[in-house]
């Protein structure tokens, strides 16, 4: 598994999840965008950059989305295809899926 550095930036009701491995500072980071409306977070892109695929990055990135919004008493609206897959084959996330969009 590739090593990361997973940082959040927050501006206003708008947050970015971008991570980067050590030693690719010619690559674009890998992201998760959300919104954020009260205690609900809207996830709606994830982008890896072509040469970092298929390694876990977006998957390790919603993870953290995941656990963070645990921690601060969020919920999760998946509007991002991705993120709708992963939290939907992953049990111990969808505790944190808002209210409607649990399966």
Do not use: K
Not at 77 to 102: H, K, M, N, S, W
């Amino acid at each position: 598994m590739v090593e990361l550095e997973i940082t959040e930036t927050r501006m206003g009701h708008r947050g970015r999840y971008a991570a980067r491995a050590p030693g690719t500072p010619t690559v674009p980071d890998s992201e998760l965008l959300y919104a954020l409306d009260g205690q609900t977070m809207t996830i709606d892109r994830t982008f890896t950059p072509p040469q970092m695929r298929n390694q876990g990055i977006a998957a390790r990135l919603v993870a953290r989305a995941v656990a963070d919004a645990r921690d601060r008493g969020w919920s999760i609206v998946p509007q991002c295809p991705y993120v709708r897959a992963v939290i939907d084959r992953t049990p111990r996330f969808q505790d944190v899926l808002a209210e409607g969009e649990r399966s």
